[in-house]
């Protein structure tokens, strides 16, 4: 270690001598003979940058020695305008190989042309990779939003189908204990009214105290207009829902053709959109003064008019029902694929039903004539017409899924026809009626007929 300091001290010496000649050697030369010479960090001028310019430029901060000008401006190695400490360290980096943006070696104009590209690319990169994190987020954001969308579906359809399978266990339950078979055979006929806005405002509470356990209620008459609407449908429906009576609605019709019942067909189904009425629903069909100053249509006609309805309905998801009376059934309307394959409610005020097939589902026996009892019901003003019911369509439209219900049953297996507490009722000048019928339209007895 003592040999190497005089050693050193001498390299030194040879360093700052060396410099001082090229110095003074500069410094004496006047500005016409002097070389501008502008190569970056090349402060010796000795066409190479290496270890010694760095040792000059460092002497020079050191005040150890000092350089032209022409030096001090390439001594600047970083081309920030300044000449300093952070320069010696831009120099060694450079040479010790390290990753970056280096100008030495250049002339210096050559390199602050080349730095100013590198500085616009360096922006032009980083607002690109700015720009494609920022695709980046909002595609995981886009992912997660969606991930976190479809859980919650997911959660919600999960949610739905266990309140669903609750639900099913739990009518499943009734049914194990008091079948819908047995329900159905062993139905007893009730007593019920139907009404529209010409009743007013109707108790159902009242209603339903008097006996009365089901009630038909008007929607409107003809095509599918507002002004044809019934102005009580919707207050009806809610008060029966209210006083937990089953109800089914009707149509009164005015088509002449098939086309005009199309339009009756999309009136009932707006009408009846989200509802869930457990009673049928009946197209009415009567003789009346429009038809006759119309020109009342054919047999044909008024048969086609009445299974286009029904089977829309039916095909709709509905339980339809014919509402019309002996005339019409045993004329225009007696044919098979309709009075032999859809329930009828029958209209008829009389002591007794005089037409009679397992297709009665209703008996309207009176209205403002009743021959059975007041047409008047204790508490409410106004006289009712009034039917009785012969299915428990209370059972049979939820259970296979009519009227916008969930089915708990295959509609195509069950039998639907009662059994009547009356046998006589049913068979008085009319054919002895079977036992029972499979299928909810009353398949097998159609085809045995």
Known sequence: MKLLKPTLSVLMIFVLLFSSAI??????????????????????????VCIMDATLLQFHLAELQLLTEQAILRG???????????????????????????????????AKTAQATDMENMRIAEEARAAEEARLAAEAKAKEE???????????????????MQDYNARL?????????????????QKGVDISEFNGNVDFNKLKAAGYTFVMIRMGWGSNKYAQDDSYFEQNVKKA???????????????????????????????????KPTMP???????????????????????????????????????PILYTGYSWLTGALNKKDLTGTYDIWYAQWYTKMEYNTDKVGMWQYGGEVNYLESPYISG??????????????????????????????????????ASPDDESFMQEDGEAVPPGYNGVMGESFRKNK
């Open 76 to 110: 600047d190695t970083n081309l920030d305008g300044e000449t300093d400490i952070v320069d010696v360290t831009h120099l060694q980096h450079y040479l010790a190989g390290g990753d970056g943006y280096f100008y030495l070696g250049l002339d210096i104009e050559q």
């Open 23 to 48: 110095t003074v050697t500069a410094e004496g030369s006047t500005p016409d003979e002097q070389e501008v010479y502008t190569v970056l960090g090349d402060i010796d001028e000795d066409d190479e």
């Open 173 to 189: 339950k009734v049914i194990e204990n008091n079948s819908i078979e047995n329900q159905i055979k062993n139905y007893k006929r």
């Open 146 to 164: 969606a991930a976190a969308a479809k859980y919650a579906a997911d959660f919600a359809k999960a949610e739905r189908t266990r309140q669903a």
């Open 281 to 319: 629903i009946a197209f009415d069909i009567e003789d009346d003064d429009y038809k006759y100053s119309n020109g009342m249509p054919s047999d044909k006609t008024l048969h086609d008019i009445c299974l286009t309805y029904l089977k829309g309905i039916e095909e709709a998801g509905y339980y």
């Open 241 to 275: 829902e209210a006083a937990g009576m089953p109800w089914g609605a009707y149509l009164y019709s005015y088509a002449l053709n098939t086309s005009a019942v199309q339009s009756e067909i999309n009136h009932t189904l707006r009408l009846l959109k989200d509802k």
């Open 380 to 417: 409410l003003s106004g006289m009712f017409d009034k039917d009785y019911c012969f299915k428990n369509y209370p059972v049979i439209i939820p259970a296979y899924g009519y009227n916008n219900h969930t089915a708990l049953l295959d509609k195509n297996l069950a039998s639907t026809s």
